[in-house]
Antibody, heavy 115, light 112 residues
Framework: EIQLVESGGGLVKPGGSLRLSCAAS????????MNWVRQAPGKGLEWVSS????????YYADSVKGRFTISRDNAKNSLYLQMNSLRAEDTAVYYC????????WGQGTLVTVSS | DVVMTQSPLSLPVTLGQPASISCRSS???????????LNWFQQRPGQSPRRLIY???NRDSGVPDRFSGSGSGTDFTLKISRVEAEDVGVYYC?????????FGQGTKVEIK
């Protein structure tokens, strides 16, 4: 069974940092590009970042560029998102999703940025 | 950035009746490799998104055949031939041809 399990969300103050993780199983993780997609409360889906299977190509949304860093460890079947200089508008459920046309999604982890 | 515009944003439907959602892109979604990377996702209340359709018209495994995708270039449509109660939720189109990836605003499907 294909599973993506996000963790690391929580409450953080503005300007703070958080590291999200996504543990993958049930498919050949190292063959898939991976993505982070977020959804603010009551809002639509917003693409955040993508990383190729070998980590050679990385893209970010302008809204997070310079503050967020995506990475992966294919030996550990894991995807990460380091989030620095967090703002209130980063409050959202963060999903990891597998594939260039994301066919597999995790259940999401909630990040709340508030003082 | 490619702007994805969905319509309608709210779609009340009668059980057993058809439903149709439009998605228009501000640029052609034909990739240099010849493929059109337009996806449709369903998000039921309280759940994660689920991909229904990829490359504009290919139905994912396990997706009921009452769902179909069509279109090309900049104009795409998701159709539900006969709406069932389990189809309630928000539907999003997403383009994966250009960077950054972009989603439509979402169309909320509800039962009348």
């Amino acid at each position: 069974e294909i599973q993506l399990v996000e963790s690391g969300g929580g409450l953080v103050k503005p300007g703070g940092s958080l590291r999200l993780s996504c543990a993958a199983s049930g498919f050949t993780f190292s063959s898939y590009s991976m993505n982070w997609v977020r959804q603010a409360p009551g809002k639509g889906l917003e693409w955040v970042s993508s990383i190729s299977s070998s980590s050679s190509t990385i893209y970010y949304a302008d809204s997070v560029k310079g503050r967020f860093t995506i990475s992966r460890d294919n030996a550990k079947n894991s995807l990460y998102l380091q989030m620095n200089s967090l703002r209130a508008e980063d409050t959202a459920v963060y999903y990891c999703a597998a594939g260039g046309n994301p066919g597999y999604w995790g259940q999401g982890t909630l990040v709340t940025v508030s003082s | 950035d490619v702007v994805m515009t969905q319509s309608p944003l709210s779609l009340p439907v009668t059980l057993g009746q058809p439903a149709s959602i439009s998605c228009r892109s501000s640029q052609s979604l034909v990739h240099s490799d010849g493929n059109t990377y337009l996806n449709w996702f369903q998000q039921r209340p309280g759940q994660s998104p689920r991909r229904l359709i990829y490359r504009a018209s290919n139905r994912d495994s396990g997706v009921p055949d009452r769902f179909s995708g069509s279109g090309s270039g900049t104009d795409f449509t998701l159709k539900i031939s006969r709406v069932e109660a389990e189809d309630v939720g928000v539907y999003y189109c997403m383009q994966a041809t250009h960077w950054p990836r972009t989603f439509g605003q979402g169309t909320k499907v509800e039962i009348k």
